[in-house]
């Protein structure tokens, strides 16, 4: 199964997103995510002008040999553009491989071992009532768990919820093509939060899973006080508490809450979790197939984590594409230590005519059709009809003007 052809795409259906396809010599192509959130060209510029020409020719059977290859084979490891670039090769070879043998991915991870996907969506508002209103809809489908997030009162400006200028909170295309700012302050956040899941768990009692994103902005020792605080309301788990560069920093907060702890949706690779995992200071790996080295890049840390009884949450935002959340849901239907996967949703009324895939939901769960390899497809001339648009996350600047995390 030689490779004869490796093709590029950044196509904007709704948001950007880079697609790669191995094409090989029998005609069969494989399809992968590389889409990394505002740096979208650069990775395409590394797949097209340092990777493809070094594929040409080899067996996409060897998807082992050729992830080393990349890896190993590059001198500078690791790094967002890098591991999305090998992991977006890593899926196309995996699907290549399903679509050769006539077997979903999972089935060569070893086979189903649940029947679904359990998924947490995300409810967001202006006010508490805004946000338990969104969540009750989400219950409504039968999801059995969500994600809440709220604005922050005295806080001009929002958090996890969308402002009027945005259709869409992920959907950041400003008129400006610049990153906007938003203002944070941690005392105003602290202080309202625990009251925002108090009231969830009035309003639901506990019959639903309720999680929280963090989005790195807190200390080690004020991500304590909050898992403290959110201790009565046991979350599922609260996410990105802290910056996630510092391994020793889940350990700290570790030692004050019983709060369960997600991380790693910024991670590449397995060395970025190491630490964490061995010491069973989290609880959850975020990491995503698209950004820390594809399938493969993905199963190896899960393999780990199983040892240290830390459960996969794969980051499933909207800025990866149909093939990486496709990618999730293989592995997620066969990783042994599945914790939960984050759904926002799969696809637009206009991705979906860009990428068709075999999902949906019911129940709060996700189903897969059995499609040979990942099960996704991608119309290249609708994606020419969406080109890339520049677009960035936002930065977030403390009130004095100090540029904080987003
Ligand atoms: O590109 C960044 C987004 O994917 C991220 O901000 C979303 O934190 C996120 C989440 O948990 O989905
Ligand atoms: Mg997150």
Known sequence: MKIQDVKVFVASPGRNFVTLKIITEEGLYGLG????????????????????????????????????????????????????????????????????????????????????????????????????GAAQVWIDKGFKAVRLQCAIPGLEGTYGVKTKEQKDYFAMQSKRYLPPEEPWSTAKYLNFIPDLFKAARERFGDSVELLHDVHHRLTPIEAARLGKALEPYHLFFLEDAVAAENQESCAVIRQHTTTPLAIGEIYNTIWDCKGMIENQSIDYIRVAATHAGGISGVRRIADYAGLFHVRTAFHGPPDISPIGHAAHMHLGLWVPNFGIQEFVRFGTEVSDRVFSYPMRVEDGMALLEDKPGLGVDFNEDEADLHPYKRSYLPVSRLEDGTLWNW
């Open 33 to 132: 995510d590389a889409t990394v959130n505002g740096r979208e060209l650069a990775v395409a510029a590394y797949l097209k002008d340092h990777v493809a020409p070094c594929l040409i020719g080899k067996d996409a059977h060897n998807i082992e040999d050729i992830w080393q290859y990349l890896y190993r084979g590059v001198y500078w490891r690791k790094g967002p553009i890098n591991m999305a670039a090998i992991g977006a090769v890593d899926m196309a070879l995996w699907d290549l491989k399903g679509k050769a043998a006539g077997l979903p991915v999972y089935q060569l991870l070893g086979g189903r071992s649940r029947k679904g996907v359990t998924l947490y969506a995300h409810a967001q508002g202006a006010t508490i009532e805004e946000t338990l």
